[in-house]
């Protein structure tokens, strides 16, 4: 999905909730991320996320936000690869209060994975995630986003109803059509947008009292 399409479509999602929730996660990533190059993005071993990474650097690059640009974390970077694709696990340990830590995991994430998340969060780090519901993820994020529960009727995606009792039938967790990929991609097109807006950046009153303003008068302020 190309930055067109993509602003066409979060323009259309005004006013429903993943519309909403997207811009209030996108702006929470910018508020929460106090310390230059705080923002770092992991996931699963085998499905880091270079997707959402890519389209959160061009959109704070083009939004001129540089103190921001996110890293891609991975589990283990080939030694010749180039800077920006070379960091490791090392930079999880280095982590701290200021920063965040955005994971990215359509599938249940990994015990690893998990263990990695609740090291970075007792060092005082904000956790970000986009998952698909995992109690285990949910319970160590700060804020979350579960996409397959929020696109409105009529996007072509069926949804499911997210399970937290691990003893039901592994079959109740996993019927989901496969367009549910597309959903999850869509979603991080809209956070990448909205970490990138103007308003993300203003103060939390100044936020309010524009929006208040532009409902009172039925105009842009």
Do not use: C, K
Request: glycine share 8%; aromatic share 6%; charged share 30%.
């Amino acid at each position: 999905m190309d930055l067109t399409r993509a602003s066409l479509l979060r323009e259309m999602l005004t006013g429903t909730e993943l519309g909403s929730r997207t811009t209030e996660f996108g702006y929470s990533l910018r508020r929460f991320t106090a310390r230059r190059s705080g923002l770092m993005l992991f996931g699963p071993v085998d499905d880091e996320p270079w997707h959402l990474t890519a389209h959160l650097d061009d959109e704070l690059h083009r939004a001129g936000v540089e103190d921001m640009r996110p890293s891609l974390v991975r589990w283990a970077p080939p030694p010749d690869a180039p800077p920006h694709l070379a960091i490791g696990l090392d930079r999880l340990r280095d982590s701290g209060r200021g920063e965040s830590l955005l994971v990215v995991a359509e599938d249940n994430p990994a015990p690893t994975l998990l263990e990695r998340i609740s090291d970075v969060r007792r060092r005082g780090t904000t956790i970000f995630s986009i998952g698909n519901g995992d109690s285990e993820l949910m319970s160590l994020s700060h804020e979350a986003l579960v996409p397959e529960l929020l696109v409105p009727d009529g996007f072509g995606w069926t949804s499911r109803q997210v399970e937290y009792d691990h003893d039901e039938p592994q079959s109740a967790l996993t019927e989901v059509e496969t367009r549910t990929t597309e959903g999850f991609e869509m979603t991080q097109h809209l956070v990448s947008l909205a970490a990138a807006d103007e308003e993300a950046g203003r103060a939390g009153w100044r936020r309010r009292l524009r929006t208040a303003i532009e409902r009172l008068s039925g105009e842009p302020a």
